[in-house]
């Protein structure tokens, strides 16, 4: 009979095996070297540790955008895991035309190194394609930076249901976005890219899930929130162009909170 300190030592060991290949993955250094940049302000070590991502996990993030998880997640996951890039429904309206594809020199990055991202798979969602995936079938949904878009577009609802159905019963959530005052009423359409911590997790509770964690691994008190092209004043946008761009980059990158839920019947 297997004892407990041996046990112990088997799950330390597994623990720091998977430790060590996503900081390897994170250190890859064939990874974009603007998303390099940002590692100091999006941590992604910390970040996907909070999340719990381990090597054998199946993960669905929504829109990648310009790849900086997909860079570390998909090597990471590629032996044991399961990664989907959920990008946007090219029959849907412009935002989503806009998230149809990767951008051609990431796409032929990927194709170029099978190795790393061979086994990474791709789905489609929008609000014309929500069963992006099949019901209960992965274990993880990932979503940076979007909350505000869907609900910018009124599509949050939808989507929310969506992740849902597709998260394998207890499946987690793991979701942040731009952290708006609290003092501030919350503008349902999130115009300036800010989000009330609280307003976001009643809304996603509202969908089914329940909050298991909170983390403030990517906050920045620098971040007042009140910026003339909001959120996207700060780096990496900059939309004021050369305008006060040392004070902004002074600052840097917005206030974020990070949540984690799991799926409940």
Known sequence: MMTCSILAGML???????????????????????????D????????????????DSSVA??????GYWTEILAPYLHDKGRYVAVLGDPAGNDNERYYATFPPALQAKFAAAPSRYGNMRTAALGVHHLNFLPPNSVGMVLTFRNL??????????????????????????????????????????????YVREDYAIAL???????????????????????????????????????????KYQAIGEADNFLLKFRKVP
């Open 12 to 38: 330390a060991t597994t623990s720091a095996v998977a430790d060590d290949a996503l900081r390897s993955a994170i250190a890859a250094p064939n990874r974009n070297p603007a998303s390099i940049a940002r």
């Open 40 to 55: 100091g302000a999006r941590h992604p070590y910390d970040v996907l540790s909070f999340l719990g991502v381990k090597p």
């Open 61 to 66: 993030e929504i829109f990648p955008l310009t």
């Open 148 to 193: 505000h878009t869907w609900m910018g577009d009124s599509d949050v609802k939808p989507v929310l249901a969506a992740f849902y159905r597709a998260l394998k019963p207890g499946g987690i959530l793991g979701i942040d976005d731009h952290r708006a005052r609290p003092d501030r009423k919350q503008d349902p359409q999130a115009l300036d890219g």
């Open 204 to 246: 996603i509770e509202k969908a089914g899930f329940k909050l298991v964690a909170e983390s403030e691994i990517e906050q920045n008190p620098r971040d007042t929130t009140h910026w003339p092209q909001g959120v996207w004043t700060l780096p990496p946008t900059y939309r004021l162009g050369n305008v006060d761009h040392a």
